[in-house]
């Protein structure tokens, strides 16, 4: 069964920095896009940053770019979310997620995914 656990979460002030990471298990990662979404209390989904399976292409929210890195080590089964520059509106749930597009890893449903994460919480503020 595919699963997807993220880590790397917590309380940061603003203008620091976290490292997400997601472990897959349980299928072939290779196969699937792979990425980052967001969701904050009463807010709506926003996909965050994503690698396409050939790993030639990679997708940033315009919210991130120039302050997020997303990198996929797919031997390790890993993907991982460099985070700098922080802001408080970059507080939210973070989930990890798998599907066969990027365009699917931001949408507002589960429907199309292969796989999700749990969520970490992810708190900017000082």
């Known amino acids: 069964q595919a699963h997807l656990e993220e880590s790397g979460g917590g309380l940061v002030q603003p203008g620091g920095s976290l490292t997400l990471s997601c472990l897959a298990s349980?299928?072939?990662?290779?196969?699937?896009?792979w990425g980052w979404f967001r969701q904050a209390p009463g807010e709506e989904r926003e996909g965050v940053a994503c690698?396409?399976?050939?790993?030639?292409?990679?997708e940033y929210a315009n919210s991130v770019k120039g302050r997020f890195i997303i990198s996929r080590d797919d031997f390790k089964n890993t993907l991982v979310l460099r985070m700098d520059n922080l802001k408080p509106e970059d507080s939210a749930m973070y989930y990890c997620?798998?599907?066969?597009?990027?365009?699917?890893?931001?949408?507002?449903?589960?429907?199309?995914?292969?796989?999700r994460g749990q969520g970490t919480q992810v708190t900017v503020s000082s």
């Open positions: 997620a798998a599907g066969p597009l990027c365009m699917v890893i931001g949408k507002p449903d589960d429907d199309a995914l292969e796989a």
């Open positions: 349980g299928f072939i990662v290779d196969d699937y896009a």
């Open positions: 690698i396409e399976s050939s790993g030639g292409i990679i």
